[in-house]
């Protein structure tokens, strides 16, 4: 049956109402007044207390909550490069276990010798060892977390092995893989089979000298918003755990700023700017050991960006200028968007075509050798679909 549209309507409509009312404006208005007037070393002190208790990620400030830099001069001769991942999933209706996954790159070269690299890596998987993980106990397919963790691995390397290649100096691009936040929950044994390698890389990047960055359009984080709430606690200690207002008992000025966005914090940004800097805490990068992360916030000039970095690259103000610079003159070069992403990601898109092209290669693969591939009844029948 098509859609309701007419419900749907109704609720987006309601919807709508909701985002523009007088309480979510005051509710951002307190969140930035909490930004101009805390003190980040009194927040500092309150994360760092070992009887702190959160039920949120907040984050650590590592300089001023409401500062502003221009952003440096670009070098004259510079490089970026980037990558993108994407994946073709195993289908459980179809026969075979596989996926596919492809990687695209872009490295774009400013100054006295412009040139551009585009292309993309595409590999298939299907060993068992492959499309399985075999743990001490047990045996998980690689798909969902685990497969978007296998990709970000793989983006990463590729991502390291073009920009090694890249005319210095380079600034190393990424869209969403410095953290992985979809390894938090799965078992150990997992973490491990894919933080080692990804971890690694970080660390070529390191030796070699490649500042490499995490560039998030329209960031939905709210880390930022985070620590303002753990500065606003009255109490002496921050416990989460055992406060009144979370049992009902009164009104919490922390609670009046859940929900809002960091990007809705640092509009004061002017075109070019970035914030201060910040550190990451999120319990996966625990196990990062010397490659902790930080970010901060920037006016991209269409929207506020997020910037997410190894410290080791933030804390050196030469590779933070250039990653700043580079990133500014990528947003104003594409209209607000780094135009290195943007051809890594027309690179590594795989679309509707391309899979139905794999999967008849495949199909004809194993006719060719006289067996003939069941799909699930299920499938069968949208393919034939009759009344």
Not at 231 to 249: D, I, K, Q, Y
Not at 303 to 327: F, G, K, M, N, S
Request: with cysteine.
């Amino acid at each position: 049956m098509p859609l309701r549209l007419g419900s749907l309507g109704r609720e987006i409509e309601e919807m709508a109402s909701r985002e523009v009312t007088l309480e979510r404006r005051q509710r951002v208005e307190r969140a930035r007044e909490a930004l101009r007037r805390l003190d980040p070393r009194e927040v500092r002190t309150r994360l760092g207390d070992p009887r702190t208790v959160t039920t949120f990620v907040a984050a650590l400030p590592l300089g001023a909550f409401a500062a502003a830099f221009p952003a440096p001069e670009a070098p004259r001769d510079f490089s970026v490069a980037a990558a993108d991942g994407s994946s073709m999933g195993p289908d459980r209706h179809f026969p075979v276990r596989y996926y596919v996954l492809n990687t695209g790159y872009a490295v774009i070269t400013y100054g006295s010798r412009p040139g551009a690299i585009l292309d993309s890596r595409s590999r298939l998987y299907f060993r068992d060892e492959e499309v399985y993980l075999a743990l001490q106990h047990r045996t998980l397919p690689v798909e969902g977390a685990i497969l978007s963790a296998k990709m970000a691995v793989e983006e990463l390397a590729t991502l390291f092995e073009v920009a090694s290649q890249a005319p210095r100096p380079v600034v190393a691009l990424t869209d969403g893989v410095i953290i992985l936040w979809g390894l938090q929950n799965v078992p150990e044994e997992v973490q491990g089979e894919f933080l080692g390698p990804f971890l690694e890389t970080l660390g070529r990047f390191a030796q070699e000298g490649i500042p490499v960055a995490n560039y998030i359009s329209l960031p939905g984080a709210h880390d930022v918003v985070n620590a303002l709430r753990v500065g606003l606690c009255p109490e002496a200690v921050v416990n989460c755990a055992r406060c009144e207002f979370e049992a009902g008992r009164k009104d919490s000025a922390c609670a009046s700023l859940a929900g809002v966005p960091d990007r809705e914090l640092f509009i004061y940004l002017r075109e070019g700017e970035r914030s201060d800097l910040f550190q990451s805490r999120a319990p996966i990068l625990e196990k990062y050991k010397e490659h902790q992360v930080g970010f901060f916030y920037l006016n991209a000039g269409q929207e506020i960006a997020r910037v997410e970095a190894p410290l080791w690259v933030l804390e050196d103000p030469r590779t933070l200028d250039l990653v700043h610079a580079a990133v500014v003159d990528q947003c104003r070069r594409g209209r607000g968007y780094p135009p290195a992403l943007q051809e890594a990601h027309e690179q590594a898109a795989i679309t509707t075509a391309d899979r139905r092209v794999v999967e008849e290669m495949i199909e004809e693969a194993f006719a060719r050798r006289r067996v003939v591939l069941p799909w699930s009844a299920k499938e069968r029948s949208k393919r034939e679909r009759g009344i």
